[in-house]
């Protein structure tokens, strides 16, 4: 069984930072594929950031520049530092990680950017 815990969010003023981490439990390789998603209020889940295997990593053209993905393979967690943040990063994010056929899914950390 593998189970997803995000942590690390809260309030912050818009240009302030926040560092999300999830920490995965359960048969999750070293070399499978981890990532961030988020969901604003009225819209759909989208993808952040990801991690590949290769170490092939991809952000949403959102936030280039400004958010790091990192893995720490020994310790099974993933990171994500955002940095300047904007009002339109408020939303639920969600750590997930897609394994055989399916995937497995945090339950989410909330951040909210005030302008």
């Known amino acids: ?19 999300l981490s999830c ?20 819209k759909e889940r989208e993808l952040v950031a990801g991690i590949y295997p290769g170490g092939t990593i991809k952000y949403a053209d959102s936030v280039k520049g400004r958010f790091t993905i990192s893995r720490d ?3 099974n967690m993933v990171f994500l530092q955002m ?14 990680a897609p394994i055989g056929t399916g995937g497995y899914w945090g339950q989410g950390t909330q951040v909210t950017v005030s302008s």
Request: glycine share 18%; charged share 15%; hydrophobic share 30%.
């Open 83 to 96: 940095n300047g943040l904007k009002p339109e990063d408020t939303g639920v994010y969600y750590c997930y």
């Open 73 to 75: 393979i020994r310790k």
């Open 1 to 19: 069984q593998v189970q997803l815990a995000e942590s690390g969010g809260g309030l912050v003023q818009a240009g302030g930072s926040l560092r």
């Open 23 to 42: 920490a995965g439990s359960g048969r999750i390789s070293s070399t499978n594929t981890m990532a961030w998603y988020r969901q604003a209020p009225g």
